[in-house]
């Protein structure tokens, strides 16, 4: 089945008798200090549209993306109407290569934590003192770098209501900018039955994983709005997950150890590599292939789900990979390695050993069977 995480009816039910509030989440999020005290907090159905409509009120022309992140951030760039440029990044972290920052004429820059894996924001400033810094925190509630937990260093940041805990969509946007937010509807019940049924647990699980077993997901076309923002269904749903995710957070750390020791004895794949003095949250647990195996990726892929095997490839239409940002390919050669080889495993708090052994295994397997 798949393994990624599905919100249990006993949740559902509480969360549409209970009435959180925005202010709940800002109070809750600020308690725990994982956005700074000094940042406004605005609300969206999703990050795209919490990034959309913060490059709407930007006075810079171009805004600066690693080449490797996930398409929809420049796709918001883009329908802002913004110029946007790739820098390349990092092939071991996945994240930017700070010291290909040095000498270029940067103002906006979108910073991501790759997977929850802390980029040192604060090195990258001291690169660039003058840029507006966005970091992408979407996979990275709880991750720490140097004793700090991302999105305080920037200028702004992103964080997902839904990309580490059982819920529907969401995103917050902590910033300094005002956004004139104030014509925005709360999102209907009837926009999420179809997010309903794939995200809950239940027999229909069954139904749909046979689906899966046929294709590969792919990222569908959006529309973007800032007019939209997360019902009390979704306040709910994340102040639930968001009481255990420090504790969930730690219990992954631990069972990432385990993927690395399994990854390390392989002969076909690297792991991403941790930053220093960084304590990633592991939204999920990235390898690559390595580059002579590269090619063999998503057939491995597709083979895996139709046994049943769920495992995913972000971002595989990172921009690097998409043919209006071509020009970048020769200057990110590491982003589209990246793009077309990495491999993103499930690595759930309530995991054992076994069942992570078995995952790796069977990835071995196939990989080794389709030389």
Known sequence: MDLSEKISCFSLVKSFFDSTKAGDIEELLKVKKVVGKDKELSFFNWGRNAFYALFKGLPYKTIHFPAFICSVTTDAALAAGKKVKLLEVNKETFNLDIKKLKGKKIKCLV???????????????????????????AHGLFSEIKGRYVGKAGDAALFSLYKQVPNLNGAILASNKNLNLLNQKEESFLNLKKRLFMKTKGIHQYYLDSLKKTYLPKIAKQKFTDKIKPNRLILNLFKQGFKN??????KKRKLAKIYFALTDKSRYFLAQKIEKNSQPSFYQFVIRLKPEYSHLRDKILMILRKKGVFLDRLWYNA???????????????????????????????EFKRGRIGYLFKQLQKTVKENL
Do not use: W
């Open 111 to 137: 910073a991501l934590h790759a997977f929850g894996n802390p980029i040192d924001v604060l090195r990258i400033k001291k690169v660039l003192p003058k840029a507006f810094i966005i970091e992408d925190c």
């Open 245 to 250: 995710l420090e504790k969930e957070v730690e």
């Open 319 to 349: 921009p690097i990979a998409q043919e209006k940002f071509s020009s970048f390919k020769k200057s990110c050669p590491n982003a589209f390695l990246l793009s077309q080889s990495v491999i993103s495993l499930p690595i759930g708090s």
